[in-house]
């Protein structure tokens, strides 16, 4: 194989690679912190369209924290959404979603 190929075979497999360990982080990340109270990660991230997700959990995630912080419903989810721990992991969740977002291609269309 020519070098220059080669590397670039090798790079286009690291992102990959690298991409979905951050998918899978989000996902872990959402097992643990809104299973709870929301549906199947999936069909959540399958309602919204990439810039949706993009939009609510940008600037780290404010719109999203200030959605729960405002509901009482959502109290149970206060402690966490005002947290480091969310402001650290909010770009994982962000793949995670935007992954299998309703325009990402990755949803298997059942309709
Ligand atoms: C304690 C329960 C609870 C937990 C935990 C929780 N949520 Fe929610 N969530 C709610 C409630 C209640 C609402 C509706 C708030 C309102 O509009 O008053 C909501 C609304 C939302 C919405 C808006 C829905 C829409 O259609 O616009 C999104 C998106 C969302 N949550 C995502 C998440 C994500 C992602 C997590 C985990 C990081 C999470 N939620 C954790 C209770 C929860």
């Given amino acids: 194989m020519p070098k220059p190929l080669f590397t670039s075979a090798l790079l286009v ?3 990959f690679s690298w991409a979905q360990a951050h998918v899978y982080k989000g996902q872990k990340e959402y097992i643990k912190n ?3 109270c929301h549906a199947v990660g999936k069909d959540m991230a399958g309602s919204k369209t ?3 997700w ?3 959990l940008g600037e780290n995630g404010a719109t999203l924290a200030n959605l729960h912080l405002k509901s009482k419903d959502a109290e149970a989810s206060h402690d966490y959404f005002g947290s480091k721990k969310y402001e650290k992991n909010v770009n994982h969740l ?3 979603l935007q992954e299998f977002a309703k325009d990402s ?3 298997p269309a059942c309709d």
């Fill in 13 to 15: 497999a690291f992102t």
């Fill in 105 to 107: 291609g990755n949803v």
């Fill in 34 to 36: 809104c299973k709870s």
């Fill in 54 to 56: 993009e939009k609510m």
């Fill in 50 to 52: 990439q810039r949706d």
């Fill in 94 to 96: 962000l793949d995670f």
